[in-house]
């Protein structure tokens, strides 16, 4: 073979090996974003935690878009808001035997200063056993690790799409959700839905299984100071019917968990508001707040996928213990094609919250969701929204605590400190066990940590994490430019050595061999390692509302598990709402999104139950026993 030959098929191959280097390129989480959706966020002091889930990169999503999973630990500082939302990093460590899952929660431990994370649908990937102890994230450390396993674990399952909450005792608690193939290995059959409660005690790290009860889906789990140990409220998602069947829940109908009592009951939900109670859905956000002197607990929800399979763009106010839906604001369109699921909810300070992205279903959106500041709604929940006559606004850092609003006043009395007067539901108490239970106010246990933190760790800042991940300030955060320096560095020193091989291949054909050895060294190209960097958020409006922008619905996200038909409607027409007013603009045609075969069941038909002793690796983890209605009348 000639020189020139060699030389050519070396430099062909090394273009070869960098395209192929460049098609593996690592996007930057926070420049690259388009927008994200099925992620678990948490909160802790000054940082908002957003992490796994599905998201877009680039400058748009069209039909043939396909969402990536999403393996890195995103923050925001809420302690730099000084464009309107927090200030995004992207340079948390988390290794790739850390799980990156969507539909997932994280659960915080505000005295420790760490979050677990539980449960999710590993995509693209090998899904593993939840044999070994829990994930937890350290925020003093920047480091990950796993708990102990305990004994107790053996009967804990890994679910998905579960409602989760925690409580002022350190306790986490899980309710339903689903196993299938992606959240437990070698699943076979249908994606099964669960009618378990389970919590996991983050001090003595050790956990219960309550099986009892509906099982359901897709909902919202909320702790309240309520009873003697608080209670847990559950609203929303699906449910397995007596009969079998799978049906999109009530959204009147509501589920209190007594703590203490380890009871669960039902009490019937009213309009507050010209009959207006939410429609049915599933993958919605909620966060609670509650007044000062706690009169009244007051949930919030935002968007969700209804029971047509279209997304919403509303928000409700659940107020307890009135038991009264109220539509923030007054009214409420009944359609929209800017609706949104799985966003996330995040409570700041008692009295501001953060909608995080979320799903678009409607084909037509193509946009990203304001990438420049990550997908970050920002709204006031309280009386600050009548004031400055907007629900969604900047976050303001003199918004500190927790307001009622004149519109929730005005159905349950009392002024923005509380002093509630509607303190029953209008259509009467279930039992008189909540009637009780919601005239008591759990005071909470105080918890000390367990373990030595720094004494700065009350407002932690980057000064915890290691030196290999903060490094000089001059170096960039851009894991694009790094990529991309690397495929040049690689494409340059395989061109160097086909040079060298072609010039030494001339050198043979003009001498005779001889015994000299030609030693020759090549330098690497050397990197600074990234450093912590904030990219700036557009300084445009500064109210956040997640429905100006959009992008399109991937080639189906939506989960048939154990439904029966959907119902589609190609024909259906659509409003596209005006940002922050509820006015109509011309109608649009909505486009369903086509199914995504390897998320859909076999049958559209098939039907939850309670987890089988067959073709599941652990039966022990839920007990096959009968599942009562949670218990109504007097007990």
Known sequence: MSPCVLATRLLIFSAFCGLVIADQIIHDPIKDFCRRHQHQTCV????????????????????????????RLVYGDLASISEGAPALYGNLSKGSNVPSVSGGVLWPDQVNKLFYLFGGEYNNASVNSFSDGLWYYDTISNTWSQSPFDGSQTKISWPAFGGSAVTEEGIAWYYGGYLNNKTVPNWAGAPLMLNSLVSYDMTKRTW???????????????????????????????????????????????????????????QTATAGIDDDIPRKRRGFCANTVWAKDHSSYNIYMYGGIASDETA?????????????????????????????AWASCALVKNSQMIVTSGFYTNSTKTGCDVATIGGQHTLFPGQESIEQGTVYHALAADVVKYRVPGIVTAVIGGDTDGKATLKSPTSGWATSALAVGFGTTYAGLARTATRSLPASSSTPTTSGLSASTVPSSKSSSNVGAIAGGAVGGAVFLIAIIALALYLRSRRKLAKPIT?????????????????????????????????????????????????????????????????????????????????????????????????????????????????????????
């Open 44 to 71: 802790i002091d000054s940082k908002v935690y957003v992490d796994g889930g599905l998201v877009y990169y680039g400058t748009g999503v069209n039909l043939d878009s396909q969402p990536e999973t999403n393996d």
């Open 208 to 266: 219960t299984n309550n099986t009892e009860g509906i099982a359901r889906a897709e909902g919202t789990l909320q702790y309240i100071t309520a009873g003697s140990r608080g209670m847990l409220i559950y609203f929303g998602g699906r449910e397995t019917l007596a009969n079998g069947n799978v049906s999109y829940t009530d959204m009147s109908q509501i589920q209190i968990y007594d703590i203490a009592n380890s009871r669960w009951y039902t």
């Open 312 to 340: 919403l763009g509303d928000i409700y106010i659940l107020s307890l213990p009135s038991f009264t839906w109220i539509p923030y604001p007054y009214s409420q369109q009944k359609q929209w094609s800017g609706g949104k």
């Open 515 to 635: 015994n000299t050895a030609h030693n020759s060294t090549a330098q690497d190209n050397r990197f600074s390692t990234a450093g912590e960097k904030h990219f700036s958020m557009s300084k445009g409006s500064t109210m956040y509302s997640p429905h100006p922008q959009g992008s399109p619905r991937p080639p189906s996200e939506l989960h048939g598990y154990g439904t029966g038909q959907q119902h589609h409607s190609p024909g259906s027409e659509w409003i596209q709402p005006l940002p922050f007013a509820h006015e109509y603009e011309t109608q649009q045609t909505y486009y369903p999104p086509p199914r995504d075969p390897l998320h859909s069941p076999s049958s559209p038909h098939s039907n939850s139950a309670e987890l089988p002793i067959a073709n599941t690796p652990g039966p022990s983890e839920l007990s096959a026993v009968r599942s009562p209605q949670p218990t109504r009348g007097n007990v």
